[in-house]
């Protein structure tokens, strides 16, 4: 009985192996994917084009599309929403400025760009595989998922933006005052005659 169970551990040891190394080299690859962020979302645009072109010619995984649009719409908040948000959580942590002699502090996310990135495009690769499976072609009458999704977008967006200005914060760079900060010492050293 003994050698049976230390057979089976020893089988699985090399498939247990192969796919520790195959999330490692995943891992590695993503991981160098990070400051390439405009090579990464002209990816992901990629993959939503292939996805929406699957929808149309197969007309139909339109209750896909709609809980893919919920589902982004989520993400879409938790990227536009603060860490701390003050409305909630009055703690004495990290605070955004509500007047102008508030000291500075950073525009943190609840959920950074590069796992937003990731969950977004995920969540694409996954609906389009799921276009491949009859069981999930519910037939619905699309134009009101449409309907609905776009007013539940509209409300939520509203709101976000309220809670924007009522917090006074832009999570986005855009239109913020840069500063131009000090200027490099190798410049001045550079021109030094030794």
Known sequence: MEGVGAEGASAASPVAQWGHDVWRMYQYYLDKTTPHTVYRWIGTFVAIAIYCLRVYYVQGYYIIAY???????NLLIGFLSPLVDPEIDPSDGPLLPTKGSDEFKPFIRRLPEFKFWYSFTKAFVIAFVMTFFSMFDVP?????????????FFLTMRRQIAHMIK?????????????GGKKSSASSSGSRGD
């Open 67 to 73: 809980g893919l649009g919920i589902y982004i719409l």
């Open 167 to 179: 917090y006074k914060y832009i999570p986005f760079n855009v239109g913020k005052q840069k500063y």
């Open 140 to 152: 619905v009458f699309w134009p009101i998922l449409l309907c609905y999704w776009v007013v539940l």
